[in-house]
């Protein structure tokens, strides 16, 4: 892997073992030669990570939409800062340039950024690894969740299992080494739920 996208907040959210989190990785990204892409803001946890990053010697790229740019939280000191017109664009940026996603603890946009990708890869539209940095358990009720969407049935196992999970920045870049994505048909599995319902199936 080349280039890692990584969500995460705006915010620095109400422990500071959130923004060491932050800091470990850009480091460990640098550390590894992985190019950080990231939301191109300078505030809150994606501020330190990008700055964590180039301070270990890494290489970021920031993508953020003009109007953040205008309320000046943009990360100026960046080589490569991408300036777009909307969020879609900004996730298609973002998601063109990564090899594989990695989502900090964060808010809302942290979340929908990342069940994006992630649904992206569920249809089969990329084959890229996505990951949570669990610090402080922060996703564990999130995880227990979508435990529940597969025992009722509305996730496949194995789109659940594409999810990796870790403590650390670099045990979960080591899961995503070795991760290969799952052969199976969402639209099958589908059908095949449909003819259960409906006492059609086996």
Known sequence: MKCICVFCG???????????AAKLLGQTL??????????GAS?????QLAKACLEAGGDVIGVIPRKLVEMEVAYTQL???HVVDSLHERKAKMAELADGFIALPGGLGTIE???????????GMHQKPCGLLNTCHYYDKLLDFLNRTVAEQFVEEAHRAMIQIDESPAGLLQKFEAYEAPRTNKAAWVLQMTQQANGLGD
């Open 10 to 20: 705006s915010s620095p959210g109400a422990r500071p073992d959130y923004i060491q």
């Open 30 to 39: 640098a550390q590894k030669e992985i190019t950080l892409v990231f939301g």
């Open 43 to 47: 505030v809150g946890i994606m501020g």
């Open 79 to 81: 080589a490569q800062l």
């Open 113 to 123: 950024e990342f069940f994006e990708v992630l649904t992206w890869a569920q249809l």
